[in-house]
């Protein structure tokens, strides 16, 4: 029994009775612990997952309804809510902190017999593109240990790309998903604003951000957004998809179907040459397959990374006030302390990123400022949204490269930044502008992977699930090295 | 131009007291140079985007019980009252 299988085989399999969950969960947790001292991927792991499936297992031989995933696998980010169990967002500010109670995606999860493996490591608050701000150590890139995962879901993609896991779930608020989906080579899915529920998401840019799907087959993903997606009472930005089936017709192919290159994304000189090199190659497979590839200009993407961190930090900021020692926190006694030197010694424990981004996050809106940067960014976005609507009245699909460069060396970015943030040029307008986007493994080059990134208008997830799918088609890619 | 005692200014109201000033400062200041790249955008006639989310779609404002006793999650609580440090 392989665990480099796809969730769909994995059903086929359980339904066939080649394998059962049990042998498939316990063969999981070996190999987890195997793994893990080298990748750290997760952060905790479910100890009764054993039991879990063998219940499941008792529903399967006597007949009784079974949910979707069948005892499948699925790892959870540790800023999603599992409840009895730590949440800590990578964080040592919540190193201690148990979730009362579950996250609609993880309800949805269970609900349909999905096994919660554990929880997987991040960039502290999802901070972060390359999981080294998680204040309990990196993620390790299973392609090479050397280099970053990508993040801030970097402990999800490696969970997956590793096969410590057949499905994760990523957040995205800037790339988050689709970035380590990039460097781990796995799919990276970031839906339509509204499309998931993010109760129980530990917030940190509301307006923007969304519970994402991670796998190693597109369609996979399109079984996991089938399973979580739509309207949610506790989340009022939800969206009603209830007639949605992604799954049905992903190989519908893409033949005459229009794809914009954006130019800001795929030249100039932040563009690595080796990922030029394979976004070529992509570029040629859609053609291919019968779609008419053009190149479209939308320039407001060279504002969109300010934008992006002048917004994201400024929710951050109000998101980041609850961690007062007093409703979020650890231990610590209030005896000797007045009120605002308490809430700083508390603070004492957010990592430096975090910190960073909590202070420009209390100043960018801040009075005699807010002009000058939370203004002008909203403005930019608004703008951003006009011109990214204009292009898919002529395109159906725009595509860039996902990162504009390869895995880095732990470190290599770590102490500039700026250089960081840079890294997320081709991924923050999907959020800016509510639009879904996919990251597709498509090369490894030298050891490394690249991905591409196919973006599709409001609510159009289920064609560019087609387009993912279709382009999935054209490439093969290499066992991971494990 | 921002300068250090703004920078400052702002921790100090965000309750944060950081170590390596002068490292934070440094960088903080180079990200909000960064940023000023927005003056070169053309967005003069562009308006600020205002969000609504339509009443029916909010949940009915009504109590939901819970069953775990939340305030026994907490340390520094007695009986029904969390306990604070002291206000200056």
Redesign the interface.
């Known amino acids: 029994m392989s665990l480099a299988i796809s969730a769909i085989d994995y059903i086929n399999g359980i339904k066939n009775n080649t394998i059962t969950a049990e042998e498939f969960v316990s063969k999981t947790l070996e190999h987890i612990k195997k793994h893990e001292p080298r990748l750290h991927a997760f952060i905790s792991i479910n100890e009764s997952a054993v039991d879990q499936a063998r219940q499941i297992d008792k529903k399967i031989k006597s007949g009784q309804k079974v949910g979707a995933f069948y005892g499948m696998p699925i790892s959870v980010k540790d800023n999603i809510c599992v409840k009895g169990g730590k949440t800590t967002c990578a964080s040592k500010m919540l190193e201690n902190y148990?979730s009362?109670y579950d996250a609609t995606v993880v309800t949805r999860l269970k609900d349909q017999d999905a096994i919660i493996i554990g929880k997987t490591n991040l960039d502290e608050f999802a901070m972060g593109v390359a999981t080294e701000f998680s204040a309990f150590g990196p993620s390790k890139n299973p392609w090479n240990i050397d280099y970053v995962p990508g993040g801030s879901s970097g402990g999800s993609a490696v969970s997956v790309a590793a096969l410590e896991s057949v499905l994760s779930l990523g957040s995205d608020t800037g790339g988050s998903v689709r970035n380590p989906g990039s460097f781990c080579s796995i799919v990276g899915f970031k839906p339509t604003y509204g499309l998931i529920s993010r109760y129980g998401l530990v917030s940190y840019a509301n307006?923007i951000e969304q519970i994402g799907p991670m796998g190693r087959r597109v369609e996979d993903v399109a079984l996991l957004l089938n399973n979580i997606s739509g309207k949610d009472?506790?989340d009022?930005?939800t969206i009603h998809n209830e007639e949605q089936d992604y799954l049905s017709g992903i190989d519908t192919g893409i033949s005459g179907k229009k794809i914009g290159i954006i130019k800001e994304m795929s030249s100039g000189a932040g563009l690595d040459s080796t990922v030029e090199s394979v976004f070529k190659n992509a570029v040629s497979a859609f053609e291919k397959l019968g779609a008419n590839v053009q190149e479209i200009s939308l320039d407001?993407i060279?504002?969109t990374v300010?934008?992006y961190?002048?917004l994201t930090t400024a929710e951050a900021?109000s998101n980041l006030?609850r961690y007062?020692n007093?409703r979020y926190g650890y231990?610590l006694?209030?005896?000797g302390?007045?009120?605002?030197?308490?809430?700083?010694?508390a603070?004492?424990k957010f990592g430096?990123e975090v910190?960073?981004r909590?202070?420009?996050?209390?100043?960018?809106p801040?009075a005699g400022?807010a002009g000058?940067?939370l203004?002008?960014?909203?403005?930019?976005?608004?703008?951003l949204?006009k011109q990214i609507q204009l292009a898919f009245s002529k395109f159906d699909f725009l595509i860039s490269p996902t990162v504009p460069v390869l895995p880095f060396k732990f470190g290599e970015k770590r102490d500039d930044?700026?250089a960081m943030?840079l890294a997320d040029i081709n991924t923050v307008t999907a959020n800016l502008t509510g639009i879904p986007a996919v990251s597709v493994p498509y090369e490894v080059r030298h050891g490394l992977p690249v991905g591409i990134q196919i973006h599709a208008n409001i609510l159009q997830e289920k064609k560019l699930l087609q387009v993912a799918y279709a382009l999935q088609g054209t490439t093969k890619l290499p066992e991971v090295p494990l | 131009m921002v300068t250090k005692e703004d920078i400052e200014h702002v921790a100090r109201l965000m309750r944060i007291d950081i170590e390596n000033a002068d490292e934070y400062f440094d960088r903080i200041q180079k990200i909000l140079s960064y940023f000023d790249i927005l003056d070169k955008a053309n967005i003069s006639d562009e308006e600020i985007p205002v969000q609504q989310i339509a009443i029916d779609d909010l949940r009915e404002d009504k109590h939901i019980a819970f069953d775990d006793k939340l305030i026994e999650q907490l340390k520094n609580y007695k009986g029904q009252y969390v306990r604070a440090p002291k206000m200056n």
Do not use: C, N, W
């Not at chain 1, 909590?358 to 960018?364: A, K, P, Q």
């Open positions: 148990i009362p307006s009472q506790h009022p930005t407001m060279q504002y300010a934008t961190y002048v900021g006030s007062d007093l231990d006694d209030s005896e302390y007045e009120f605002r030197q308490y809430i700083s010694k603070r004492h430096a910190t960073r909590m202070i420009l996050g209390g100043f960018v801040s400022f000058k940067y203004l002008k960014a909203l403005k930019v976005k608004s703008k949204k930044p700026l943030y």
